[in-house]
Each structure stands twice: as C-alpha cells, then as structure tokens.
C-alpha cells in the first residue's frame, strides 16, 4: 500500500534560469522517506489554501521542512535587526498545511524551522536571534560540513521522542540562528541543549506530532537498526502507516 506524505517546500522569487520564482526543497528530505516507505507529496507556497487542504486530505501525514526564518508577525512581534530572510508566503501556506493536518488529524514531523513553526501555530513564540534572546546561550549554527555533529542534547524519557530514537543522550547537527522560546500550552519540550535551549518538542494531547531542531535529513545511516536519525523517521513512518482517515 502506498503511503504518501505531505512534505513542504520554500519558493524562491528570483531562483529561475529566467528570474522567475522557482520551488526549492533539499532532496535529502525525499530520500530518507522513501527510505522508510514513504511517497513524498509536495506542498508549495504557490498552492491556494483550497488546494492546500485537498493534498493533504490525500495523504497520511505532515512533514515541515527547514528553510527561512518566520515572520515574526505570526507570534505577534515586531521584527528586530537580526531578523534573517522571511517568505510570507511559504509562512502561509505551510500555516494553512498544519490546518489541513490537524483538521484531518494526521501525524506531523516538524524539521529546523517546521519545529518552530509548529510551535507559532499552536500559541507559542520564538527567539528571533539566540544570541538576542538568551546570553548563556552557546552557538547553534556550525559552520563544519553536513553529516557533522555539533552539540548534545538531553531527551526527556518516555517522549515519543525518546521511544523513535532509542536514547536520552544525542549528538545532533545545529543550523539555527532561531529557536522556541515560550512553549504553546498543547506542546511541551522533549528535548533540550546543555545551554538549556528547547531541541524538541510534541504534542500533550494523543497525536504523533514531534518537532526536532536538527537535520535528522542530513545523515546517511549506517546502521538503520540504529541509527537515531533514522530510527526518527521510521517512527513518523510507522504513525503515518497505522493512520485511520478522517472523513471530511
């Protein structure tokens, strides 16, 4: 039985041979849920909000991808100097994606800005710059090479977080300059850096949806028994497969 995914993907105004807006998602994303079973569906910031809602009632889950930073209108913030590039666009329509997911109640994985994004639109807010926001806080965005930890973080136990990726101690990639800052009251933090900074986050309520603030995308496994990053989306692989729709 095919299983597809909603996957979402950034759109670049200028990206074309012609200077023309053109769609950009890193393959590696569609690699790695074809790895575990999965046919990626393609949301794009040019889809209307109907057209939004009729993929995603074909599919069985939700991944949010990482990409630019989000416009601090949709926490109800003015933009500060640090402020990184914005696309209300992509903002909007991966908005009206969650609606869709949630309306239908399917599993949701969120990646780098898809777990923040998924923390914006449950109530929470964001820190627009990490090192604005938070003194103590070390340095998240590496400059080594992908497939390259940079820091550690502690898993809170019992998560579906702890329960996909098999440990509480985990080295991960960091490429964010961003982050959670108050947590929306339906979500709670899986997962946590030394510095304290929120890595992880999912739902209280009884739905597989986990935000990460790292590339899981990003590593080639060895050992797909266990390696964590797989063994991550082989657990969102496993929620989509035992989904039951939702009539509409």
Not at 67 to 79: R, T
Not at 92 to 110: K, T, Y
Not at 187 to 204: S, W, Y
Request: glycine fraction near 8%; proline fraction near 6%; charged fraction near 20%.
């Amino acid at each position: 039985m095919t299983h597809f995914v909603a996957i979402t993907t950034t759109i670049d105004p200028q990206g074309g041979e012609y200077a023309q807006p053109r769609i950009g998602l890193y393959s590696n994303y569609v690699a790695q849920l074809q790895r575990v079973g999965l046919t990626p569906m393609l949301i794009t910031p040019t889809h209307t909000a109907e057209s939004i809602r009729a993929l995603v009632q074909l599919c069985s889950g939700l991944v949010l991808t990482g990409g630019e930073d989000i416009d601090p209108s949709c926490y109800g913030e003015d933009p500060i100097p640090e402020l990184g590039t914005v696309n209300p666009a992509r903002d909007f329509a991966e908005l009206r994606a969650i609606d869709a997911a949630c309306e239908f109640e399917l599993p949701i994985l969120g990646i780098c800005r898809g777990h923040q994004l998924l923390n914006v639109y449950f109530g929470g807010t964001l820190c627009q710059d990490i090192m604005v926001a938070m003194e103590s806080a070390s340095s998240h965005l590496q400059t080594t090479p992908w497939g390259s930890h940079h820091h550690e973080i502690e898993i809170e136990a019992g998560s579906r977080l702890a329960n996909a990726v098999g440990t509480q101690r985990l080295e991960i990639n960091s490429y964010h300059h961003q982050a959670v800052r108050r947590i929306a009251d339906p979500l709670t933090a899986t997962a946590r850096a030394d510095d304290g900074l929120v890595e992880a986050i999912e739902a209280r309520f009884d739905r597989w949806i986990v935000g990460v603030q790292w590339h899981p995308e990003r590593f080639e496994a060895e050992a797909e028994e266990s390696d964590p990053n797989l063994r991550l989306f082989a657990a969102f692989a496993e929620a989509v497969q035992t989904h039951h729709p939702v009539a509409a």
